[in-house]
């Protein structure tokens, strides 16, 4: 059966990937602030700080659910 789960099979990295495409860096450092994406922003930065930090992952994740959305 498959899933519904826009995030079944999605790697953190593909998701941020696909959010710096879409919005970029400034954008999504307006919409999440968190230091990693205002500050010398990088795709491997951001993986450290989101494998780390459980709140920051939840919101980044909603944020990509909402931009397949759009």
């Not at 999605?10 to 205002?38: D, M, Q, S």
């Not at 930090?53 to 919101?59: D, K």
Request: charged fraction near 25%; charge should be positive; include cysteine.
């Amino acid at each position: 059966m498959e899933s519904n789960d826009p995030l079944h099979g999605k790697t953190l990295e593909t998701i941020v990937t696909h959010l710096v495409a879409h919005h970029g860096w400034p954008t999504l450092g307006a919409y999440i602030n968190i230091r990693c994406f205002n500050y010398d922003p990088s795709v491997k930065s951001s993986l450290k700080f989101l494998r780390k930090t459980p709140w920051a992952r939840q919101r980044v994740e909603e944020l990509y659910v909402r931009s397949l959305e759009e």
